[in-house]
């Protein structure tokens, strides 16, 4: 599957205030990728891990695409050194097209925009609007308590345990190429959850 994957997506903070951590395993990720010839899709910005991101791409021969809003353009936090940017009028567009663009999603700590960014992704794999792989890098257990939410709402029945497969969880960038090569495309079966 990973020899399909040219696009990655990588979801992720545009704060400058995280720890190091989050930073350096940011910049890891975007060596590992351009190393490996994947063309990165991000939000655009040039601030946070946003920023790392595509500087760490770029800085290992890689492409980055960004695709960012025209209030954040004009807000003046707009990646100027991009190979290829989109600036669209809303979230909407924004969202859309970095999915349309992107053959994977790689989610890394981020606030409500990320956490958003990786809800809509997840919720549209489990109606089958696609069949992407979604890998949740979880530095630092950053999005262990999303994870346990997750086990919550399969416990309360508002979630089939099957959905927990939508996206893969590894502990270190190093590990996003093996969880590429390894994903199966499943189709999960719609209208089981709203069996009785």
Not at 7 to 29: G, H, I, M, P, R
Not at 42 to 71: C, F, P, Q, R, W
Not at 72 to 86: I, K, M, P, R
Not at 108 to 114: C, F, K, Y
């Amino acid at each position: 599957m990973s020899n399909k994957i040219k696009t990655v997506c990588v979801y992720c903070s545009s704060s400058n205030k995280v720890k190091q951590e989050f930073k350096d395993a940011t910049e890891e990720l975007g060596t590992i990728l351009a190393n490996a010839g994947k063309t990165v899709v991000y939000g655009g910005a040039k601030s946070g891990l946003m920023g790392l991101i595509a500087d760490s791409t770029l800085a290992s021969g890689g492409k980055v695409i960004g695709v960012i809003t025209s209030y954040l353009q004009n807000l003046e936090v707009e990646h100027d050194g991009l190979t290829e940017a989109h600036i669209v009028e809303t979230m909407h567009e924004r969202k859309a097209m970095m999915v349309d663009k992107s053959d994977a999603f790689i989610i890394l700590p981020g606030g409500i925009g990320t956490l958003e960014e990786l809800v809509e992704v997840a919720t549209w794999r489990q109606l089958g609007l696609h069949e992407k792989p979604i890998i949740i890098v979880n530095t630092d257990n950053y999005w262990d308590s999303f994870l346990d939410m997750m086990n919550k709402m399969v416990d309360e029945n508002c979630m089939l345990s099957a959905h927990k497969t939508i996206f893969q969880v590894v502990d270190s960038p190093v590990d996003v190429l093996s969880a590429l090569k390894s994903f199966q495309a499943d189709s999960f079966d719609v209208k089981s959850k709203w069996d009785d």
